[in-house]
């Protein structure tokens, strides 16, 4: 059977690594045309899974890459518009794109960084949303909008008070654009991934206790290998996007791998 994703459109931002670049090979795999950007240039994609069973063959043809950076909405929009004229519309956007910012207690922190990290984890995801809910606005048929939050958006840690600000803010934004867009055929979620092993985590596996108290608990994910893959996640957004339910609650949590479950 030829997979409901083939031939589909996407688009994903912050895609140059870590999470973003793990599902463009995950999206890949499953027959998706891809619009790819980031503040670097995102490699090449290659599929983390043979292509589906009744799919075009993959090529360099099926995926536009860019620099891009998200924070700017008229760069965006330039964006999206190469995408549609590239593939005629986009059905799925996934405003990857995030900053962690500096590990440490508010008062310590320069007031620069905390603006960057809500530059772009907020500005830069209303552009995304604005842009997309605009191309759907502008064509037939529905779009699936996701904005990638985290448990971290409910939950406050010691030393992250921007990082979490700002995704609770990804989370509230969301829901407002649900409310907004439904009409137009525009569904929105946000949806926290679960712990992914990137250079993200990396930095907050290297903190020390004092700026972070909780980074044992993160240390000890890496240990026991307890993650959520990059394709575990993508799968879970093509089913939110293709698939036939239709979740009333835009917040969204991918459940943990099962032990046995999809690899990397």
């Known amino acids: 059977m030829t997979s409901p994703a083939t031939g589909r459109v996407a688009v994903i931002t912050g895609a140059s690594r870590g ?44 995926h536009l890459r860019a620099v891009v950076d998200v924070t700017d909405a008229d760069e965006l929009t330039r964006f999206a518009d190469a995408v549609v004229e590239r593939f005629g519309r986009i059905d799925l956007w996934v405003n990857n794109a995030g900053v962690l ?68 803010a990804v989370d509230q934004l969301t829901r407002v654009v649900a409310l907004e867009e439904a009409a137009h055929g525009l569904a929105a979620y946000a949806l926290a991934p679960g712990v992914v092993d990137t250079d993200m985590q990396a930095a907050v596996r290297a903190s020390d206790e004092a700026s972070f108290p909780e980074v044992e608990r993160f240390r000890r994910i890496a240990v026991e290998h307890e993650f959520n893959s990059p394709q575990w996640v993508g799968e879970y957004i093509r089913a939110l996007a293709f698939g036939t339910d239709h979740p009333s609650d835009v917040v969204q949590r991918v459940p943990a791998q099962p032990v046995n479950g999809l690899a990397g």
């Open 101 to 168: 910012g500096p590990i440490g207690r508010l008062v310590d922190l320069p007031a620069a960084a905390v603006a960057e990290v809500v530059d772009v984890n907020v500005v830069g995801v209303l552009n995304g949303s604005a842009v997309f809910a605009r191309h759907v606005r502008s064509r037939p048929g529905p779009g699936v909008l996701i904005n990638i939050s985290t448990g971290a958006a409910t939950k406050p840690y010691v030393g992250w008070a921007a990082y979490c600000a700002s995704k609770a």
């Open 19 to 62: 999470l973003g670049a793990g599902l463009a090979a995950s999206m890949a795999g499953s027959g998706l045309r891809l619009g790819l950007c980031a503040r670097h240039l995102p490699a090449v994609v290659t599929p983390t899974r043979p292509t589906v069973a009744g799919a075009h063959d993959i090529t360099a043809e099926d």
